[in-house]
């Protein structure tokens, strides 16, 4: 296994449907230009209320990309 560099972007996704599609929005928002991407962690999860009923999501990640050699 070689050892690998990687670097840190922080991405919000939102959703009408949930957090989880929230946080896949935002991962196929980025791939379209981020290339190597591994990994990501949850940082951060709101939402939006409207009429007692949640209307939006919205979650904050940290994605893990490798460096190129």
Same mark, same amino acid.
């Given at each position: 296994?070689?050892? =690998? #560099? !990687?670097?840190?972007?922080?991405?919000?996704?939102?959703s009408?449907?949930? #957090?989880?599609?929230? &946080? $896949?929005?935002? &991962?196929?928002?980025?791939?379209? /230009?981020?290339?190597?991407?591994?990994?990501? @962690?949850?940082? @951060? /999860? $709101?939402? =939006?209320?409207?009429?007692?009923?949640?209307? =939006? !999501?919205?979650? /904050?990640?940290?994605?893990?990309? $490798? &460096? @190129?050699?």
């Amino acid at each position: 296994m070689s050892a =690998h #560099t !990687y670097k840190l972007i922080e991405l919000v996704g939102s959703s009408t449907v949930g #957090t989880d599609d929230a &946080i $896949r929005n935002a &991962i196929a928002k980025a791939a379209l /230009t981020v290339k190597h991407m591994d990994w990501f @962690e949850v940082v @951060e /999860t $709101r939402g =939006h209320i409207v009429n007692g009923q949640i209307a =939006h !999501y919205q979650v /904050t990640i940290k994605v893990g990309f $490798r &460096i @190129e050699d």
